[in-house]
């Protein structure tokens, strides 16, 4: 079975702070994936990368930033911060191919900022 | 640009009721892929199928099927004689193009079994 964690289920922090949300995946997969989720909003994509070291930003990646410096870990970094990125974060993986492969999910992390 | 529309936010119906849930979708691309999703009270997503834009043939699983026709830009999903560990929130998504641009998910359907 594919495995993806993230690090924390839930984290509370300041306002300002420097936050780290880490996933890990456990099946080689290529790609990863970071979302939010809120209320009535549905999932939307923040960032993804289909490589080491790779990123690409997706819909929102205003206030975040990527790392990945090993295939299997995929780290979302929010510089400073604020009350408006509390909300449930989402890590994916998949495979890559000639083909759209199906999304892994992790269990989510819901952060409030305080 | 893509788009997925679930217009049904909740429904509720009373155990062992057929439900249908709606997806339409919106893509320039002429090859694409959809996606089901379940969201459980835990909170994990659950993949549930894959379609992609060149196969409309529907498919069963149990109590699931999927409808998708193109000519509507539809995808819905039905669940047979449901029951009370069916409720939870499903995710329509939608993926197109190449590389790994991820999922554009429809904000979802809320469905309540009542016992």
């Known amino acids: 079975d594919v495995k993806v964690t993230q690090s924390s289920r839930y984290l509370v922090k300041r306002t300002g702070e420097k936050v780290f949300l880490e996933c890990v995946q456990d099946?080689?997969?290529?790609?990863m994936f970071w979302y939010r989720q809120d209320p009535g909003l549905g999932l939307r994509l923040i960032y993804f990368s289909y490589d080491v070291k790779m990123k690409e930003k997706g819909d929102i990646p205003e206030g975040y930033s990527v790392s990945r410096e090993k295939k299997e870990r995929f780290s979302l970094i929010l510089e400073s911060a604020s009350t408006n990125q509390t909300s449930m974060y989402l890590c994916?993986?998949?495979?890559?191919?000639?083909?759209?492969?199906?999304?892994?999910f992790g269990p989510g992390t819901r952060l409030t900022v305080t | 640009a893509q788009k997925v529309t679930q217009a049904q936010t909740e429904i509720s119906v009373v155990e062992k009721e057929d439900v249908t849930l709606d997806c339409v979708y919106e893509?320039?691309?002429?090859?694409?892929?959809l996606f089901w999703y379940k969201q459980p009270p835990s909170g994990e997503l659950v993949f549930l199928i894959r379609r992609n834009s060149f196969d409309e043939q529907n498919e069963i699983s149990g109590r699931y099927s999927w409808n998708f026709q193109k000519s509507t830009s539809s995808f819905n999903f039905t669940i047979t004689a449901s029951q009370v560990v069916d409720s939870a929130v499903y995710f329509c998504?939608?993926?197109?193009?190449?590389?790994?641009?991820?999922?554009?998910f429809g904000k979802g359907t809320h469905l309540i079994i009542q016992p």
């Open positions: 893509t320039r691309d002429t090859t694409y892929y």
């Open positions: 099946m080689d997969h290529e790609n």
């Open positions: 998504a939608l993926d197109s193009g190449g590389g790994a641009d991820g999922l554009t």
């Open positions: 994916a993986s998949s495979s890559q191919g000639e083909v759209r492969y199906e999304q892994y």
